[in-house]
């Protein structure tokens, strides 16, 4: 088995990202994060099922979303759970296109009257907006549709939320509540050697266990390598993009990143250039 230098799986990767979330024995630990996460508007959800991620258009012509964590509780409503690793230039246009899907879902035959379960778009990001940079302790946001005079909601059923975790610097000590430790763990478990003592109780204990990659079959390891490797392979693409600034090194990253085999629409995502661009650099 691969040594690895951390103790516990990094959130950020889509295998660690599920592992802890996406898996049917470990669905208390999302429904104890969204109940933190919701529970000023939400009250307590009770339970949650698990729905198919892949999300199909009207026609066979039409763009497809699949989304990282899709779930249901036990009122109908529907939630997206995104986790973005690196900017993108149209992240939120595509949050709220990933919307529509839950939306139009629920539209039925014959009378329907149009009533809709509410729908919530959570994204965690590894990264901040460029329009958020200026409010350094402002890390998380609430959208939904307000008027814009009254700043009142003039419709409640549509929410989507936003977490910049590079914001979150709280220490262990400076932890107050559950939502505080769900920050923390999701932005510094993969830094953690062991469970910390305001950890100690029976949920977060579990996830740290689920966490421990010495515990991993061999399967699971060479699984979470793959991710690793990607999410590493995608942070240092986006450092060199960072640095060059021009076109040239723009093309120069895509390059690099097609020959570490990142799909066209992720290269396309981190430099800008557009998905045919990509595919002639091949």
């Given at each position: 088995m691969t040594d690895f230098t951390e103790k516990y799986i990094n959130p950020f990767t889509?295998?660690?990202?599920?592992?802890?979330?996406?898996?049917?024995?470990?669905?208390?630990?999302?429904?104890?994060?969204?109940?933190?996460?919701l529970k000023g508007e939400q009250g307590e959800i009770k339970d949650l099922t698990y729905l198919k991620t892949e999300q199909l258009g009207d026609s066979d012509v039409d763009r497809k979303a699949i989304f990282d964590l899709y779930c249901e509780n036990e009122k109908g409503e529907k939630f997206i759970v995104e986790l973005q690793k690196s900017k993108q230039n149209f992240f939120k246009d595509r949050t709220v296109y990933y919307s529509t899907?839950?939306?139009?879902?629920?539209?039925?035959?014959?009378?329907?009257?149009?009533e809709l379960k509410a729908v919530y778009t959570i994204a965690i990001l590894d990264f901040v907006f460029d329009s958020d940079k200026n409010e350094p302790k402002k890390f998380r946001y609430d959208?939904?549709?307000?008027d814009t005079e009254t700043n009142k909601v003039f419709y409640n059923k549509l929410t989507f939320i936003y977490l910049e975790m590079p914001k979150f610097n709280k220490t262990v000590e400076e932890l107050e509540t559950r939502y505080d430790k769900w920050l923390f763990v999701l932005r510094n478990l993969n830094?953690?050697?062991?469970?910390?003592?305001?950890?100690?109780?029976?949920?977060?204990?579990?996830l740290f266990e689920t966490a421990e990659i010495a515990k991993f079959t061999p399967d699971q390891v060479r699984?979470?390598?793959?991710?690793?490797?990607?999410?590493?392979?995608?942070?240092?693409?986006?450092?060199?993009?960072?640095?060059e600034g021009k076109i040239e090194g723009k093309i120069e990253v895509a390059r690099q990143a097609l020959r570490k085999g990142m799909k066209a629409k992720d290269i396309s995502d981190l430099t800008g250039l557009s998905e045919t661009e990509i595919e002639n650099l091949k």
């Amino acid at each position: 088995m691969t040594d690895f230098t951390e103790k516990y799986i990094n959130p950020f990767t889509d295998y660690g990202f599920k592992k802890l979330f996406g898996e049917e024995p470990n669905k208390d630990l999302l429904l104890d994060f969204l109940n933190q996460l919701l529970k000023g508007e939400q009250g307590e959800i009770k339970d949650l099922t698990y729905l198919k991620t892949e999300q199909l258009g009207d026609s066979d012509v039409d763009r497809k979303a699949i989304f990282d964590l899709y779930c249901e509780n036990e009122k109908g409503e529907k939630f997206i759970v995104e986790l973005q690793k690196s900017k993108q230039n149209f992240f939120k246009d595509r949050t709220v296109y990933y919307s529509t899907f839950p939306i139009r879902e629920q539209a039925k035959r014959a009378d329907w009257d149009y009533e809709l379960k509410a729908v919530y778009t959570i994204a965690i990001l590894d990264f901040v907006f460029d329009s958020d940079k200026n409010e350094p302790k402002k890390f998380r946001y609430d959208v939904k549709l307000a008027d814009t005079e009254t700043n009142k909601v003039f419709y409640n059923k549509l929410t989507f939320i936003y977490l910049e975790m590079p914001k979150f610097n709280k220490t262990v000590e400076e932890l107050e509540t559950r939502y505080d430790k769900w920050l923390f763990v999701l932005r510094n478990l993969n830094r953690l050697d062991r469970v910390p003592d305001k950890f100690k109780e029976k949920l977060f204990e579990k996830l740290f266990e689920t966490a421990e990659i010495a515990k991993f079959t061999p399967d699971q390891v060479r699984s979470y390598e793959d991710s690793l490797k990607y999410y590493r392979d995608l942070k240092n693409s986006l450092e060199t993009a960072r640095d060059e600034g021009k076109i040239e090194g723009k093309i120069e990253v895509a390059r690099q990143a097609l020959r570490k085999g990142m799909k066209a629409k992720d290269i396309s995502d981190l430099t800008g250039l557009s998905e045919t661009e990509i595919e002639n650099l091949k």
